[in-house]
């Protein structure tokens, strides 16, 4: 009976409270703010904005300063000092223009922001799964461990009675070893995937937290019809979308180039005082190879953005529908799982415990079912966390990390 109790609690033994934690919802809000990669992606926008003035703005006037008559080497004569102020005025449209590729790189580059959030937030939640993963895991082997040395107290007692031969208690201390080389292993795995879960929070958490995670399977609810759907508006999208505009804005600027700009002139002469200047300068536009092989690369340009802008969207409906898939398949397995495994195992484990008992099966049949139990439990632990993984990826699929 102590047996069967044992056994039965690895199943249920609650785990221990801690008292320092960290959410979901709390890692995804470090993150936004500290993630380098989102900052970075934050100072994007600013060196936009900053670009988007120095297009915008005018060309410096130039004043000059110019005196005639000096009479190098010969009596003094009359001498005369010019001032001019000279001001290069684009021809019109050009200006317009610039402000537009200013403003479409702006606009791109906070398109860039939220899908770098939602790149970062599927990274976050991932890492934060497989940290939960391995908490799960070690919990359970832990929980095992305990069953095992109540086991051995069971054993040792059993052998002195004559009930149960020495082979027995052996054959438990090599499952405890192993068992405490798989938790060594799993400790490994937590510190490693716990570092990952900090660098994607910035570093603002020094030391390692318990995570809180709910192990309740929650089937994804959306068609794969609402996710293609939904595809269509993400920020990924909308950047490149913004691209093309951008280029295609520097395209017509480029065409622009051929027309001509002005430069307008002042003068002021110090003898001559009401007789003021004006000069207005136009360039000639006789050799139009530097323009034409702009306009040429404009359009290449814009062209390979606008490749770019669909084949992002085949990657992001191709991604979609393969994570799609391998969910379904996970869900299929996880009701398999809820349905029939598990129940099925703790079936077999509690009449192995009662045949064992009845001295009708042996030592080593009740550890072959404890260990189809352990791994079915396990087994469950990575498909449910599988399950996570795939949702968490859902929601970038097809786009890079």
């Given at each position: 009976?102590?047996?069967?109790?044992?056994?039965?609690?690895?199943?249920?033994?609650?785990?221990?409270?801690?008292?320092?934690?960290?959410?979901?919802?709390?890692?995804?809000?470090l993150?936004?703010?500290?993630n380098?990669?989102?900052?970075?992606?934050?100072?994007?926008?600013?060196?936009?904005?900053?670009?988007?003035?120095?297009?915008?703005?005018?060309?410096?006037?130039?004043?000059?300063?110019?005196?005639?008559?000096?009479?190098?080497?010969?009596?003094?004569?009359?001498?005369?000092i010019?001032?001019?102020?000279?001001?290069?005025?684009?021809?019109?449209?050009k200006?317009?223009?610039?402000?537009?590729?200013?403003?479409?790189?702006?606009?791109?580059?906070?398109?860039?922001?939220?899908?770098?959030?939602?790149?970062?937030?599927?990274?976050?939640?991932?890492?934060?799964?497989?940290?939960?993963?391995?908490?799960?895991?070690?919990?359970?082997?832990?929980?095992?461990?305990?069953?095992?040395?109540?086991?051995?107290?069971?054993?040792?007692?059993?052998?002195?009675?004559?009930?149960?031969?020495?082979?027995?208690?052996?054959?438990?201390?090599?499952?405890?070893?192993?068992?405490?080389?798989?938790?060594?292993?799993?400790?490994?795995?937590?510190?490693?995937?716990?570092?990952?879960?900090?660098?994607?929070?910035?570093?603002?958490?020094?030391?390692?937290?318990?995570?809180?995670?709910?192990?309740?399977?929650?089937?994804?609810?959306?068609?794969?019809?609402?996710?293609l759907?939904?595809?269509?508006?993400?920020?990924?999208?909308?950047?490149?979308?913004?691209?093309?505009?951008?280029?295609?804005?520097?395209?017509?600027?480029?065409?622009?180039?051929?027309?001509?700009?002005?430069?307008?002139?002042?003068y002021?002469?110090?003898?001559?005082?009401?007789?003021?200047?004006?000069?207005?300068?136009?360039?000639?536009?006789?050799?139009?190879?530097?323009?034409?092989?702009?306009?040429?690369?404009?359009?290449?340009?814009?062209?390979?953005?606008?490749?770019?802008?669909?084949?992002?969207?085949?990657?992001?409906?191709?991604?979609?529908?393969?994570?799609?898939?391998?969910?379904?398949?996970?869900?299929?397995?996880?009701h398999?799982?809820?349905?029939?495994?598990?129940?099925?195992?703790?079936?077999?484990?509690?009449l192995?415990?009662?045949?064992?008992?009845?001295?009708?099966?042996?030592?080593?049949?009740?550890?072959?079912?404890?260990?189809?139990?352990?791994?079915?439990?396990?087994?469950?632990?990575?498909?449910?966390?599988?399950h996570?993984?795939?949702?968490?990826?859902?929601?970038?699929?097809?786009?890079?990390?």
């Amino acid at each position: 009976l102590l047996l069967a109790t044992l056994l039965i609690s690895v199943f249920f033994l609650p785990l221990a409270a801690v008292e320092k934690t960290l959410t979901l919802e709390e890692a995804i809000d470090l993150a936004l703010k500290a993630n380098p990669e989102i900052l970075q992606a934050q100072q994007e926008i600013a060196a936009w904005r900053g670009l988007g003035l120095q297009l915008t703005s005018w060309p410096l006037p130039e004043l000059s300063f110019s005196r005639e008559g000096l009479n190098i080497g010969q009596k003094k004569g009359e001498s005369e000092i010019n001032l001019s102020l000279q001001q290069l005025v684009e021809f019109p449209g050009k200006r317009a223009l610039r402000r537009e590729v200013g403003g479409h790189g702006v606009e791109a580059a906070s398109w860039r922001l939220e899908a770098k959030k939602r790149l970062v937030i599927s990274q976050v939640k991932k890492a934060y799964y497989l940290v939960a993963l391995s908490q799960e895991t070690l919990a359970y082997y832990r929980s095992l461990v305990d069953f095992l040395n109540q086991s051995l107290r069971t054993a040792q007692l059993r052998y002195e009675a004559g009930e149960v031969p020495y082979l027995d208690i052996l054959r438990l201390e090599l499952e405890k070893l192993r068992l405490q080389n798989e938790i060594i292993m799993t400790e490994k795995d937590q510190e490693e995937r716990w570092a990952e879960l900090a660098l994607l929070l910035g570093g603002e958490i020094k030391e390692r937290r318990e995570v809180v995670f709910d192990l309740k399977f929650q089937p994804l609810t959306r068609s794969l019809e609402d996710l293609l759907r939904e595809a269509e508006g993400r920020p990924s999208l909308a950047a490149l979308s913004q691209e093309v505009e951008r280029i295609k804005a520097e395209t017509e600027l480029a065409r622009k180039s051929l027309l001509p700009d002005f430069r307008l002139g002042l003068y002021y002469p110090s003898l001559r005082t009401s007789s003021w200047g004006f000069e207005i300068q136009t360039f000639l536009p006789l050799w139009r190879t530097q323009q034409k092989g702009a306009t040429a690369e404009a359009l290449a340009r814009q062209k390979a953005a606008e490749i770019s802008l669909e084949f992002q969207r085949k990657k992001i409906v191709s991604g979609i529908t393969a994570v799609f898939n391998r969910v379904q398949s996970l869900e299929r397995r996880l009701h398999l799982f809820q349905q029939t495994l598990l129940e099925e195992a703790r079936s077999m484990l509690n009449l192995t415990i009662t045949l064992y008992a009845q001295g009708k099966v042996g030592f080593l049949d009740l550890l072959e079912v404890y260990r189809l139990n352990r791994e079915t439990r396990l087994a469950f632990l990575n498909t449910l966390f599988e399950h996570h993984l795939a949702l968490a990826e859902i929601e970038v699929a097809g786009e890079s990390e």
